[in-house]
């Protein structure tokens, strides 16, 4: 296999770089919008086209989407597949009409976007969005169907409680590289992080939601699909006969959080090297998690409601075709993505504003932003901001660093699109097209960025 080239390679001319983004981008567009070529096929074209454009060899533009593609499929796709496998359990056994139930009984229609906002927040804390979301997909899906709402009054609510968390609020991996690069405080900027977060959730989430319902109408997608959806009982033998209690079915869904908050907070408080936290690390790597997850709702939420082996192992047979097609997707989403980075485009946008005259936390958000938009990744837009902005710390006090570490937080949020793999994953997942999940996710995205940056900026007057 060739060797990748990198950003710094001089092999991509930078005047050609801009063109290139912008032919790729618009390429994935038209080709799925207008000639309905799947979205696996033209993330590869566009990722090609890129390369050319851009003048990377062409060995090397394949090895890029290659890398990417790997990349991202190892990332996610175990994730994926045992998130599959956990909530088709979660559904066959009844364990998340329990928990749907519950939700609807205690909630009430008119506020429940506010509970699952609240639901995707309390997830979304100690949890990976792609973890997140596979957890939840169950939750929104039966919600959606049992309440009859749309998919979006309660979907966008609870992706933005999880997307908010992941990019503004330590330990999750963005954060914690830019408190890092920045010589933040971690206690302020979690704090602060929180108080961000929480006012960008609600505007976001169930405030924007009323909005992109209407701009957005379309039926909740099948899966998940149990019998007292239907108002049938088809169950054969083996089939569960009751639910599990909301108690168990609680604690199970939420055991791969309790394992990934623990690793976070040993991370955080215990010194490395010892026993307690090396156990916890071990535990809450998001993989280890999810498959211990797995096991124990076999046990809990199969065994649990009276589910037979022969139809615990059917349920998690079933799990795995449906998200075939989703994850080759989300995969090519992260070669496109990769072949945008190793032409060096992050670099040549940072270069753009490093010497501008503009307010430093508006720059930091602008730098992850133009970033963000070129790369389709928000850890790359957060690690290059934070490197950018870093020799400006100096003469900042510790409210203002931990607002900058924010401020490139929300930044790197904004406008998810075609080259973000997320993207792919919530289309797919809704069972949206390209432009229904722009009006819908990729605008929702750009509300928590901009909400983040202006209550950034609020707090930077008392702070």
Same mark, same amino acid.
């Given at each position: 296999?060739?060797?990748?080239?990198?950003?710094?390679?001089?092999?991509?001319?930078?005047?050609?770089?801009?063109?290139?983004?912008?032919?790729?981008?618009?390429?994935?567009?038209?080709?799925?919008?207008?000639?309905?070529?799947?979205?696996?096929?033209?993330?590869?074209?566009?990722?090609?086209?890129?390369?050319?454009?851009?003048?990377?060899?062409?060995?090397?533009?394949?090895?890029?989407?290659?890398?990417?593609?790997?990349?991202?499929?190892?990332?996610?796709?175990?994730?994926?597949?045992?998130?599959?496998?956990?909530?088709?359990?979660?559904?066959?056994?009844?364990?998340?009409?329990?928990?749907?139930?519950?939700?609807?009984?205690?909630?009430?229609?008119?506020?429940?976007?506010?509970?699952?906002?609240?639901?995707?927040?309390?997830?979304?804390?100690?949890?990976?969005?792609?973890?997140?979301?596979?957890?939840?997909?169950?939750?929104?899906?039966?919600?959606?169907?049992?309440?009859?709402?749309?998919?979006?009054?309660?979907?966008?609510?609870?992706?933005?409680?999880?997307?908010?968390?992941?990019?503004?609020?330590?330990?999750?991996?963005? *954060? !914690? $590289? %830019?408190?890092?690069?920045?010589?933040?405080?971690?206690?302020? +900027? =979690? #704090? /602060? @992080?929180?108080?961000?977060?929480?006012?960008?959730?609600?505007?976001?989430?169930?405030?924007?939601?009323?909005?992109?319902?209407?701009?957005?109408?379309?039926?909740?997608?099948?899966?998940?699909?149990?019998?007292?959806?239907?108002?049938?009982?088809?169950?054969?033998?083996?089939?569960?006969?009751?639910?599990?209690?909301?108690?168990?079915?609680?604690?199970?869904?939420?055991?791969?959080?309790?394992?990934?908050?623990?690793?976070?907070?040993?991370?955080?408080?215990?010194?490395?090297?010892?026993?307690?936290?090396?156990?916890?690390?071990?535990?809450?790597? *998001? !993989? $280890? %998690?999810?498959?211990?997850?797995?096991?124990?709702?076999?046990? +809990? =939420? #199969? /065994? @649990?409601?009276?589910?037979?082996?022969?139809?615990?192992?059917?349920?998690?047979?079933?799990?795995?075709?449906?998200?075939?097609?989703?994850?080759?997707?989300?995969?090519?989403?992260?070669?496109?993505?990769?072949?945008?980075?190793?032409?060096?485009?992050?670099?040549?946008?940072?270069?753009?504003?490093?010497?501008?005259?503009?307010?430093?936390?508006?720059?930091?958000?602008?730098?992850?932003?133009?970033?963000?938009?070129?790369?389709?990744?928000?850890?790359?837009?957060?690690?290059?901001?934070?490197?950018?902005?870093?020799?400006?710390?100096?003469?900042?006090?510790?409210?203002?660093?931990?607002?900058?570490?924010?401020?490139?937080?929300?930044?790197?949020?904004?406008?998810?699109?075609?080259?973000?793999?997320?993207?792919?994953?919530?289309?797919?997942?809704?069972?949206?097209?390209?432009?229904?999940?722009?009006?819908?996710?990729?605008?929702?995205?750009?509300?928590?960025?901009?909400?983040?940056?202006?209550?950034?900026?609020?707090?930077?007057?008392?702070?």
């Amino acid at each position: 296999m060739h060797p990748i080239v990198l950003a710094a390679a001089p092999v991509a001319s930078s005047g050609r770089l801009v063109p290139a983004a912008l032919a790729g981008i618009a390429l994935i567009v038209v080709l799925i919008t207008y000639f309905k070529v799947h979205p696996f096929l033209s993330l590869a074209l566009g990722s090609l086209l890129v390369g050319a454009v851009a003048g990377l060899p062409m060995a090397d533009a394949v090895d890029a989407f290659v890398k990417g593609f790997g990349d991202t499929a190892a990332g996610v796709g175990a994730l994926i597949a045992f998130g599959a496998m956990f909530g088709k359990l979660l559904a066959d056994s009844g364990g998340a009409d329990k928990i749907v139930d519950t939700i609807i009984g205690r909630t009430g229609r008119r506020f429940l976007p506010w509970a699952m906002a609240l639901v995707g927040a309390l997830i979304g804390l100690p949890m990976f969005f792609e973890i997140g979301l596979v957890l939840l997909v169950p939750v929104i899906l039966l919600v959606a169907r049992r309440s009859q709402l749309s998919i979006i009054t309660v979907g966008i609510p609870a992706l933005a409680g999880l997307s908010a968390m992941h990019g503004l609020v330590p330990p999750h991996p963005g *954060p !914690l $590289v %830019a408190i890092d690069a920045l010589k933040a405080d971690l206690g302020l +900027t =979690l #704090g /602060l @992080g929180i108080l961000v977060a929480l006012p960008t959730i609600a505007l976001s989430g169930p405030v924007f939601a009323r909005y992109a319902s209407r701009w957005v109408n379309v039926a909740t997608p099948q899966l998940y699909v149990t019998d007292a959806d239907d108002g049938k009982d088809t169950r054969d033998e083996g089939e569960p006969r009751r639910r599990p209690s909301f108690p168990v079915t609680l604690v199970t869904v939420l055991l791969p959080v309790v394992l990934m908050l623990g690793k976070a907070i040993a991370d955080i408080t215990l010194d490395e090297g010892g026993q307690v936290r090396t156990v916890l690390d071990n535990l809450g790597t *998001p !993989l $280890v %998690a999810l498959l211990i997850a797995v096991v124990v709702a076999m046990f +809990t =939420l #199969g /065994l @649990g409601a009276g589910m037979d082996r022969e139809a615990i192992s059917r349920s998690l047979a079933e799990s795995l075709p449906p998200i075939a097609g989703p994850l080759l997707i989300v995969a090519a989403g992260g070669g496109f993505k990769q072949t945008l980075v190793s032409t060096g485009i992050g670099e040549l946008v940072a270069g753009w504003v490093k010497d501008s005259g503009f307010s430093v936390l508006f720059l930091a958000w602008l730098v992850a932003v133009l970033i963000r938009l070129a790369t389709g990744s928000a850890t790359v837009a957060t690690v290059t901001a934070a490197g950018i902005l870093a020799p400006l710390v100096t003469s900042l006090d510790s409210g203002e660093t931990s607002l900058l570490v924010l401020a490139i937080g929300s930044g790197s949020l904004f406008f998810s699109h075609v080259n973000d793999a997320g993207f792919w994953l919530v289309k797919e997942y809704f069972g949206l097209s390209v432009g229904q999940n722009i009006k819908t996710w990729s605008l929702m995205e750009t509300v928590i960025s901009v909400c983040g940056l202006v209550f950034v900026l609020l707090l930077n007057l008392v702070v």
